[in-house]
Each structure stands twice: as C-alpha cells, then as structure tokens.
C-alpha cells in the first residue's frame, strides 16, 4: 500500500491503495490504547479521508495481531477532574462521529481485543469484521464509570437494548461467536485471512455508485436516530435527489443492457 500524501501522524498509519484507505491505530506496545493523541489523530484523519476523492471506502484496524483497540489511556482517565472528564468525552464522541457520517463505508476489522473505546470505536463503524480471536466489550462499570464515546447510545441500537445491558452492566468480555450471534459483527475470519477478506468487501462496495452509497448511508444513519415517519422522508428525499444523477441512469441503462455500470460519482 502507498501512504497517503500529506498526512503524519504520532499514533495512525493511514494508507491508500486502489481507492481503499487503511486506517491502523499504530501504539501496540499499549495494545493501540486509545489517548488524547490518539483520538486527536483519529478525527483528523477521518475529516481528510472525507474529502479525499481518491478514496470511497476505508478500513479500520490495530496494529499487530493482539488487539484493535485495547481501550482508553487508563492513566489519563485516572487523573481527570470532572469538567475534564466530560470534555474527554465529547472529544472521543465527536472522533466517532466522524468516523459515523464520513458518507463512505468504514470496515472495522477488528483483529483482537476491542474494548472500553475500542469496541465504542468498532461500534461507530458500518461494518465490522472480526478475527477469531477477537475478545469485544465494554468493561467501564468496573472501573466506576460509563461507557463515553457513545457505547451506550450505540450498542442498544445495534444489537437491542436487552443485549447491550447485559454487556455494560457485567462490563464482561465476549468472544466473537458470541459477537456474531447478536449482531455486534457481521462476520468473522480467521487472523491471517481478515484484511483480505475487508479489502475483498471493500473492492465489491467500490463497483457500486458512490453517491447511492453516500445517501443510503445517510438515510440510514440519520433515520435510526428520529422516527419511521421522518426516515422515510428522508429516504423519499435522497431517492428523488440520486433520480437526477448520471449514475441512476448509468446504472438503469447497464441493466438493461445487460452489462456492468461504469458510475462516474455524477
């Protein structure tokens, strides 16, 4: 893979290849825990990849074979006052939400343990893979706290609100079976074949239109968070919009034709 031109970063590695960004949290000597930086570099990271043209999906991941994200910077949350505390989360919350509404699919591939923020992180993207290794929670309740980087808002919506309880309230780790069972993750792979299995999900998103892609998105997103009446219109909305693009019509035509669609983003 080619890096990315013009972007640094202390604690990511962000590569692009073949219009597929792969985003690595890059600190395995603490099991890619997340910190200030770290969430910092996240959402900058995000906000380029959003307006980079050269890319139309992005696959998140950790570094190593151990973890995704192990969780937050224990010592950093150890010291926090109350305001700082509440600013923490927002930071990471705002990181998230970043990563929710880029208008491109995120992949996780979650390659070990993903817990506290890591899952949180997981939880933020539209797709998540797991390795047969990987061990998912939200063990905040032990250490005295919540769930911050909206675990608790996002977790229910994914896989039920008697599911989610569970898992926060007992704050235990389940494997990724279990995972796969109610619906935390679409699939899992074994370690050595999860990359190529994201980037093989990834290549087929990308023969697809990507304005289709960025409305479904975000007529799907944004319709979870209010009620049917106002999601449906949502969806009239976007429906009527992509009914003026090249694409519809490339696409239609294609079928007709009996040929594959050669979308331009028009």
Do not use: W
């Not at 047969?132 to 808002?153: D, F, M, R, S």
Request: with cysteine; glycine share 10%.
């Amino acid at each position: 893979m080619t890096t990315a031109v013009g972007t640094t970063y202390e604690n990511l590695i962000v590569e692009v290849q073949n219009r597929i960004a792969r985003v690595t949290v890059n600190r395995p000597k603490v099991l890619n825990a997340l910190n200030e930086k770290t969430v910092r570099e996240i959402h900058a990271a995000f906000s380029s990849l959003r307006d980079n043209d050269e890319v139309g999906v992005v696959i998140l991941t950790g570094s190593g074979e151990k973890a995704f994200v192990a969780g937050a910077d224990i010592n950093e949350l150890a010291v926090m006052t109350p305001l700082q505390g509440e600013a923490s989360s927002k930071l990471g919350q705002a990181a998230l939400r970043e990563i929710e509404t880029l208008g491109k699919p995120v992949i996780a591939a979650i390659n070990g343990f993903a817990l506290g923020g890591g899952c949180e992180l997981a939880l933020a993207c539209h797709i998540r893979f797991a390795s047969e290794n990987a061990k998912l929670g939200l063990p905040e309740v032990g250490l005295g706290i919540i769930p911050g980087y909206g675990g608790t808002q996002r977790l229910p919506r994914i896989v039920g609100l008697g599911h989610a309880l569970e898992i926060i309230t007992t704050a235990r780790m389940i494997d990724a079976q279990e995972a796969l069972r109610i619906g935390l993750v679409n699939r899992v792979y074994p370690q050595n074949e999860l990359i190529a299995q994201s980037e093989k999900v990834a290549s087929e998103i990308l023969s697809r239109g990507a304005l289709a892609i960025r409305y479904a998105l975000d007529a799907a997103i944004r319709g979870m968070e209010t009620d049917l009446t106002q999601g449906l219109e949502r969806e009239a909305g976007h429906f009527g919009l992509l009914a003026a693009t090249a694409d519809m019509h490339e696409g239609l035509k294609a079928f007709l034709e009996k040929r594959k669609p050669t979308f331009t983003g028009a």
